[in-house]
């Protein structure tokens, strides 16, 4: 609930199987109410509308906790979520280069042509590779971690936005160790990554009211997130308000 913007409730779930069948393994449906009547004003795509605000928010936390000059991106996992990361990133900094990797070659082969259109240049890489870039994307339902302390580059900024259960892990304990972490939620303490790390952690929300995270070059920042359901009632509203705008949508009587 956000007094000017309504009552939102999303159903969602995740179905991992689904990246077999060429589907996005989270599947939701989002109800979008009036916050004043309760009326029930719209109801929405929960899939495309999460895939979106997780890119959007990953792009608004590479702006502030990445370099400034960061140019080049490796991207671990290219499903649904490693293409909004990057169309997110794109548009927070001018990218030059990008490797992908994904266990099904056949999926990352179809990442770099739907990506195409980005003016970086895209290849497909390994798993070690895909870590040595200014930022760094895991989007995986990775039980173990696809990120190596050992092997990132001092200056990288890492984002984590596919391991969300306390049983995932997408970064090892030596990258937590040399990381300077921010999360988007307390929940993200109970996420596998981080839920016995006993250091300080920063929310995102601290970070786009001034608090300064990188203080240097040399700096390896970190951002879990696991999604909010702020997120999800902000992009409604706003795909609500364009729908009406732009008369799109179907009406209905329920």
């Known amino acids: 609930y956000v007094e000017d913007m309504g009552v939102a409730c999303k159903v969602v779930c995740d179905y991992p199987k689904n990246k077999e069948r060429g589907k996005p393994t989270i599947m939701g449906t989002i109800l979008l109410a009036d916050s004043q009547t309760g009326e029930l004003k719209a109801i929405m795509d929960g899939t495309s509308l999460t895939a979106l605000r997780t890119g959007a928010l990953g792009a608004v936390a590479a702006k502030y906790l990445a370099r400034e000059d960061a140019e080049t991106v490796g991207v671990i996992g290219c499903g649904v979520q490693g293409r909004k990361q990057l169309d997110g990133l794109a548009k927070v900094r001018d990218l030059t280069a990008v490797k992908v990797f994904d266990l099904n070659s056949d999926v990352m082969s179809q990442?770099?042509?739907?990506?195409?259109?980005?003016?970086?240049?895209?290849?497909?890489?390994?798993?070690?590779?895909?870590?040595?870039?200014?930022?760094?994307?895991?989007?995986?339902?990775?039980?173990?971690?696809?990120?190596?302390?050992?092997?990132?580059?001092?200056?990288?900024?890492?984002?984590?936005?596919?391991?969300?259960?306390?049983?995932?892990?997408?970064?090892?304990?030596?990258?937590?160790?040399?990381?300077?972490?921010?999360?988007?939620?307390?929940?993200?303490?109970?996420?596998?990554?981080?839920?016995?790390?006993?250091?300080?952690?920063?929310?995102?929300?601290?970070?786009?009211?001034?608090?300064?995270?990188?203080?240097?070059?040399?700096?390896?920042?970190?951002?879990?997130?696991?999604?909010?359901?702020?997120?999800?009632?902000?992009?409604?509203?706003?795909?609500?308000?364009?729908a009406l705008e732009k008369e799109r949508g179907m009406k209905t009587a329920i």
């Open 111 to 242: 990442f770099i042509e739907d990506m195409s259109y980005l003016e970086a240049e895209i290849v497909e890489s390994d798993a070690t590779e895909a870590q040595v870039a200014d930022i760094v994307v895991a989007a995986t339902p990775s039980k173990t971690p696809v990120i190596n302390g050992e092997i990132v580059n001092p200056g990288t900024h890492v984002t984590s936005i596919g391991a969300h259960t306390p049983d995932a892990r997408e970064v090892d304990d030596d990258f937590i160790d040399v990381s300077k972490i921010v999360i988007d939620s307390p929940d993200a303490k109970k996420s596998g990554d981080i839920k016995a790390y006993h250091g300080e952690l920063i929310e995102i929300k601290e970070v786009l009211t001034g608090t300064k995270v990188r203080t240097s070059r040399e700096d390896i920042t970190f951002f879990k997130s696991v999604g909010t359901a702020l997120q999800d009632i902000a992009v409604a509203s706003l795909a609500y308000e364009k």
